[in-house]
C-alpha cells in the first residue's frame, strides 16, 4: 500500500461536539448564576467556584473547537512511511509513526469514546518529540513503551474502520 490516505474533520460530528458543548456551558452558567443566590438570595460559595472553574475551562475548548471549525487540513496522515494526525493533543505532538517502530494496534474505550491506540517502541526520536507532561501520558512504565491514541470522533470515518485502515497499512509496511 502505497498510496496516501487523508481524513479530514466531519463537519456534522465536530457541529455535534460544539452543540453538546455549548449545552453544557449553558448548564454550568445557570448552575453558577443559581449558586451566587440570584433566585433564593443564598450563596453557595462551593458551588460557584467549581461551576465558574468548569465554565471557564469549558469555554476555552469551545471557542477552540469554534476556531478548529475553520480549519481544512487533513487531521490523520496514512501513507507507506507511518501515520500522522492531529485528533488528540499528544498524538499531534507525537508527529509520524514509522510502521517499523509500531509492537501493536488496538481498539481501546476511554470515557465513552472509543481510540485507536498504537503501543510505540520507547525510541529516544520519540522522546525528544513529547513535551514532559505529554511524555507522562503516552509512556507506558510497566511495558516501557508509548501508547499513542487517536480518536474517530471529529474526522470522517469511525473508531473500527480507521483500525482496520491503519491495520492493513501496518502489516504491508512494516518491516519495511
Do not use: H
Amino acid at each position: 500500500m502505497n498510496q496516501q490516505i487523508e481524513l479530514f474533520r466531519d463537519s456534522k460530528k465536530t457541529r455535534n461536539l460544539f452543540l453538546k458543548s455549548a449545552g453544557l456551558c449553558i448548564i454550568l452558567a445557570l448552575a453558577a448564576v443559581y449558586s451566587l443566590g440570584v433566585f433564593d438570595g443564598i450563596i453557595k460559595i462551593k458551588l460557584a467556584v467549581v461551576s465558574c472553574a468548569i465554565l471557564v475551562i469549558m469555554l476555552f475548548f469551545l471557542i477552540s473547537s469554534l476556531l478548529k471549525l475553520k480549519d481544512k487540513a487533513a487531521l490523520v496522515v496514512i501513507n507507506s512511511r507511518g501515520i500522522s494526525g492531529s485528533t488528540t493533543p499528544v498524538s499531534k505532538a507525537f508527529g509520524e509513526i514509522a510502521w517499523s517502530d509500531i509492537q501493536d494496534i488496538q481498539l481501546e474505550k476511554v470515557s465513552g469514546d472509543t481510540l485507536v491506540a498504537f503501543t510505540v517502541e520507547n525510541d529516544r526520536k520519540y522522546a525528544d518529540r513529547l513535551s514532559k507532561s505529554y511524555r507522562g501520558m503516552a509512556y507506558k512504565k510497566e511495558i516501557d513503551k508509548y501508547v499513542i491514541m487517536y480518536t474517530a470522533s471529529e474526522i470522517e470515518t469511525d473508531a473500527p474502520k480507521l483500525f482496520d485502515l491503519v491495520n492493513q497499512y501496518w502489516v504491508a509496511n512494516k518491516s519495511k
